[in-house]
């Protein structure tokens, strides 16, 4: 077998297991460093600074195994392996990408089902880049927070969210 044919084959699947872990390093670690810094050093702060600092000490591959003990054989929420169960039926390959293809087949039973089985292994991925964006985000906007603007926008009592995600960040 031609090693462009597995290249062919698996290369989608692999572009869409990194795309989705970079989206769920972005979604979770950026929340996650703005809620350290707006809470700095009170016991958020120090759980969610704990939790980065675990996300970042530990491999990938144990965060793939724990991930699977806990929500796939104890909880039964997510699925062990493939891409799609096997009962679904989806073999409508207009790109090679499963996301892609199920939005335009217009299957969105099979997108949900596919959601369901990378979610786990993109967490698993993304776990060090979650720790440590959450530290870069917390670092940088505990020193935005010292700065004339941000102190000027608490006295005018802006709303803080507003604060930390518009002004702050």
Known sequence: RA????????LPATLELIIFAGFLMI????????VAAKYKNSVIDHILRF????????????????LMLI?????????IS????????FWEVITGFMFIDSILASR???LLDFLKHIFLPSL??????????????????VETYKKDYIKLA???NFNSFKVAFIYAL
Do not use: C, H, T
């Open 3 to 10: 090693v462009i044919q597995d290249i062919k084959d698996f």
């Open 27 to 34: 979604a979770i670690g950026i929340p996650m460093g703005v």
């Open 51 to 66: 939790l980065a600092l675990f996300g970042v000490a530990m491999p990938s591959f144990v965060w793939g195994i724990v």
């Open 71 to 79: 929500f796939s054989y104890w909880l039964d929420i997510f699925p």
């Open 82 to 89: 493939g891409r799609v169960d096997e009962d679904l039926e």
């Open 108 to 110: 969105f039973d099979v």
């Open 124 to 141: 698993a991925l993304s776990m060090s880049g979650i720790g440590q964006s959450a530290n870069i985000v917390r670092s940088n906007m």
């Open 154 to 156: 608490k006295i005018f």
